[in-house]
Every structure is written in structure tokens, then in C-alpha cells.
T-cell receptor, first 114, second 109 residues
Framework: DAGITQSPRHKVTETGTPVTLRCHQT?????MYWYRQDPGHGLRLIHY???????DKGEVSDGYSVSRSKTEDFLLTLESATSSQTSVYFC?????????????FGEGSRLTVL | EDKVVQSPLSLVVHEGDTVTLNCSYE??????LLWYKQEKKAPTFLFML??SGIEKKSGRLSSILDKKELSSILNITATQTGDSAIYLC?????????WGAGTKLIIKP
């Protein structure tokens, strides 16, 4: 199994509070991704990173920011959580040479915003 | 706008049946099509199909890419209860994966 861990795995928070989700990989892969998964929508890309301090927006980036200060860590921050951000968040990495191709996923972080 | 559509959205069959899941796509720059299986947690990779590899098989699972029809099918023969999962299709367009909503497959004993 690819070495990807997400934390926290479950979080309940209130509207307006900041939330940070962490993704840690031990594979030393360059590309890392944050997705959210909601019923009826499949997986939607929030942000991705193609190297340390190199990030870009995905299709649903509003309300989210990311940071990557080390190869192994990719942080997703909700500056002021809203109920519409209640979702399951997945981090993923892709093997070298094939960005956008086969992905390996973390176990997911379930976020509930009350 | 790039899009990937899977059908059916859900399917219930009995153990031993054969099932066919469908994925159709409209994207600007097709590079590959991928199938994933998602049980309770993270999606896990099944197949990647490209213009140079339009058919893949692994055990009871097989998949075919039809570039003319812009679609793919995933076949599962002699289904088992362990095949119960959500099956996700994704298309790589310009190095970005576009995902379908998934097909929820339930196998009854």
C-alpha cells in the first residue's frame, strides 16, 4: 500500500471556524491532490501540488487554501468552514511521470460542519 | 466542459451473475481512462486504458475502451459478494482527472 496518511480522520466543527486537514506521504512523490467526495458528484478536485510551494486550483477551490512546505506534507485549510463544506476529503498522490494518471488515495477525512 | 457519465447509478444482482458497467465521456484532450473500486474507504485502482491499450483483464474483471464511441465498459463475471462496491470511472484530460459519479454495485448472496 502507498504510504499516505490523513489526519484527522473525523472532525466535527462549527460554522465559521478554521479547519486544517493534513496529508502525509512517505513515497516522495511530486504530485499530491486534495479531492472532496459528495453523493451524486463523484470526486471533485480542490487543489493540487506539483512540488514544494507549487500549487494550483482545481474545479472547486473556492473557500479552500493549501500549502506544501515539504515534499511529504500537503495541508488543506478551510479558513471559515461552512455547512456546504461538509464532505469526505481524500488526499491522493500519483507516481512519477504520470500526473493525472493512476492515483493512490489516503483513507479519507470525514468533516462535518454544523 | 469536460464530463464523464456513468450508468447505471446503482445495480443489484445475485452472486454468480455477470454485470456490465458503463462510462461515457466528453473531454477536450483524452489521454487515458481509469477504473477504480471503492469499498468503505479509499478508491483503489483497477485499470488504465489508453489509445495503445484498449483492453485490460484481471481475473474476473475486464474492461474495454471504445474511442470511437467515447466510452468504456467494465465487466465482472461470476460476481461475488466481495465485488459489492462503488465503481468509479475517471478520464485524464490534459493531465487532470475528470470523475464520474460512480456506479453502486450490490451483490446479493
Amino acid at each position: 500500500d502507498a504510504g499516505i496518511t490523513q489526519s484527522p480522520r473525523h472532525k466535527v466543527t462549527e460554522t465559521g471556524t478554521p479547519v486544517t486537514l493534513r496529508c502525509h506521504q512517505t513515497e516522495n512523490h511530486r504530485y499530491m491532490y486534495w479531492y472532496r467526495q459528495d453523493p451524486g458528484h463523484g470526486l471533485r478536485l480542490i487543489h493540487y501540488s506539483y512540488g514544494v510551494k507549487d500549487t494550483d486550483k482545481g474545479e472547486v477551490s473556492d473557500g479552500y487554501s493549501v500549502s506544501r512546505s515539504k515534499t511529504e506534507d500537503f495541508l488543506l485549510t478551510l479558513e471559515s468552514a461552512t455547512s456546504s463544506q461538509t464532505s469526505v476529503y481524500f488526499c491522493a498522490i500519483s507516481p512519477p511521470g504520470t500526473p493525472g494518471g493512476e492515483l493512490f488515495f489516503g483513507e479519507g477525512s470525514r468533516l462535518t460542519v454544523l | 466542459e469536460d464530463k464523464v457519465v456513468q450508468s447505471p447509478l446503482s445495480l443489484v444482482v445475485h452472486e454468480g451473475d455477470t454485470v456490465t458497467l458503463n462510462c461515457s465521456y466528453e473531454v477536450t484532450n483524452f489521454r487515458s481512462l481509469l477504473w477504480y473500486k471503492q469499498e468503505k474507504k479509499a478508491p483503489t485502482f483497477l485499470f488504465m486504458l489508453t489509445s495503445s491499450g484498449i483492453e485490460k483483464k484481471s481475473g474476473r474483471l475486464s474492461s474495454i475502451l471504445d474511442k470511437k464511441e467515447l466510452s468504456s465498459i467494465l465487466n465482472i463475471t461470476a460476481t461475488q459478494t466481495g465485488d459489492s462496491a462503488i465503481y468509479l470511472c475517471a478520464v485524464d484530460s490534459n493531465y487532470q482527472l475528470i470523475w464520474g459519479a460512480g456506479t453502486k454495485l450490490i451483490i446479493k448472496p
